[in-house]
């Protein structure tokens, strides 16, 4: 019996509410997408069945170390002139507004350390890993059935030792995203301080030359003001910062996007690559790091509330507190 379905087309005024419900179950899609790999990540990382399954494949230290270089490497100098302007631009916001120029050390250093260090060091570091990895990945990689992937001879990942050039090794997108999530955990916690101390050092000197501070009051300031939760906001934000923009960088460059199952390369004939124009994986670059920012800043303003807002208020400060 052949049976005949009629779909009714919605009223135009539901339109709306139709866009509204297909973007929050994407996006509750994607989020739970970006949890699932980071978990599987973490299992691969940790438990050992895993780890003896992909003994053919170089060690998760190497592999770390690898990713953990060219991190370093292109982040330093970014980082860097990045903290450069924001010591700088702390040291003068004390000069010219003349309110607690004494205080400029604290303004500086703890300014750094608590807050904008961390936060700066990861959206900078975010657009980096999103331009290196999500191209990477796709290059490197194509979709199989069952979720796995067949490594490129050249991916450093999947090199097996000694094995034939013919037979790439077979390994699940966990095993490629797992390496990368604990390089840029640690690069990230690496780059902050490496920010910090750059802003500092800026700072300082710009206060001795326009405001004649000496080095005992800018450091002394800098100390007295600091909190012990700011030096734990640093370790924990620097390593989450960086982990979560890599899941999302994974997440982009393994599970999304394949068209006809097979990533466009550096040499693709695609019509928008004959034409001049963006390589296919620019959007997906473009939406990591998009939502890799709106993550770090979600993190941020958390942190801010649970640590410091949890907590009577007052601390170490330029300002007596008010008076009951």
Not at 125 to 146: K, N, Y
Request: glycine share 12%; proline share 8%; hydrophobic share 50%.
């Amino acid at each position: 019996m052949h049976v005949t379905t009629t779909t009714v087309p919605s009223p135009p005024v539901l339109g709306p509410v139709g866009w509204i419900g297909r973007s929050l179950l994407a996006f509750t899609a994607y989020v739970g997408g970006v949890t699932m790999l980071a978990l599987a990540s973490a299992a691969w990382a940790l438990w050992p069945r895993f780890t003896r399954e992909a003994s053919d494949l170089p060690s998760f230290t190497k592999t770390v170390t690898y990713q953990l270089g060219w991190m370093l490497f292109m982040g330093i100098p970014l980082v860097g002139m990045v903290h450069i302007a924001i010591g700088s631009f702390l040291s003068l916001q004390a000069y010219y507004g003349s309110t607690f120029v004494d205080g400029t050390g604290a303004v500086v250093g703890v300014g750094l350390l608590r807050n904008l260090g961390g936060l700066m060091t990861g959206m900078t570091f975010a657009g980096l890993l999103a331009a290196r990895m999500i191209p990477e990945l796709r290059i490197l990689s194509r979709r199989l059935p069952g979720g796995q992937f067949y490594a490129a001879p050249s991916e450093p990942d999947a090199q097996r030792r000694g094995a034939s050039a013919g037979a790439p090794a077979c390994i699940p997108p966990s095993r490629l995203a797992a390496p990368r999530i604990a390089a840029a955990g640690i690069a990230c916690l690496l780059l902050s301080q490496w920010g910090i101390l750059v802003g500092t050092l800026v700072g300082w000197q710009a206060s001795q030359s326009l405001m004649g501070i000496s080095t005992e009051m800018f450091f002394m300031m800098m100390v007295k003001m600091m909190w012990f939760r700011d030096v734990t906001g640093l370790i924990i934000k620097g390593l989450l910062f960086g982990a979560v923009t890599a899941a999302i960088c994974c997440y982009e460059g393994l599970a999304r996007g394949f068209v006809g199952g097979e990533p466009a390369g550096l040499g693709s004939n695609t019509p928008d690559a004959v034409r001049g124009f963006a390589p296919p994986w620019s959007m997906p670059v473009f939406r990591a790091t998009c939502l890799s920012l709106v993550a770090i800043l979600l993190m941020n303003s958390s942190w801010f509330v649970l640590v410091y807002h949890a907590v009577p208020f007052y601390g170490p400060t330029l300002l007596a507190p008010p008076g009951p």
